[in-house]
């Protein structure tokens, strides 16, 4: 059974950081491309970070500067390390995995997700 765990979400001040971890079992996770998201109440999800199987990263524009994403294959986790945080930042992070098949598909999995709520 595949499982993607999040952990590290909580109440911070405007300016503080998190650090989200994301634990994932049952796939081969050296493999699969990592990837964060969030949604905010009434929002559509979207792409906050991600990083491939190579370490190769990707920033939405909104966090770049601010946050980075990390991967440890060692320990099949992938981590969201959140600094300078706005009260826009607030929203449920959720984890992701993805990876194509040899014909192009995608195959996701995903996470419970994490409340992350920045408000003074």
């Known amino acids: 059974q595949v499982q993607l765990v999040e952990s590290g979400g909580g109440l911070v001040q405007p300016g503080g950081s998190l650090r989200l971890s994301c634990a994932a079992s049952?796939?081969?996770?050296?493999?699969?491309?990592m990837g964060w998201y969030r949604q905010a109440p009434g929002k559509q999800r979207e792409l906050v970070a991600s990083?491939?199987?190579?370490?190769?990263?990707k920033f939405a524009d909104f966090v770049k500067g601010r946050f980075t994403i990390s991967r440890d294959n060692a320990k099949n986790t992938v981590y969201l390390q959140m600094n300078s945080l706005k009260p826009e930042d607030t929203a449920v992070y959720y984890c992701?995995?993805?990876?194509?098949?040899?014909?192009?598909?995608?195959?996701?999995?995903w996470g419970q997700g994490t409340q992350v709520t920045v408000s003074s």
């Open positions: 049952g796939i081969r996770f050296s493999v699969y491309a």
């Open positions: 990083i491939t199987s190579n370490g190769t990263t």
């Open positions: 992701n995995a993805n990876i194509r098949t040899v014909a192009g598909l995608p195959i996701n999995y």
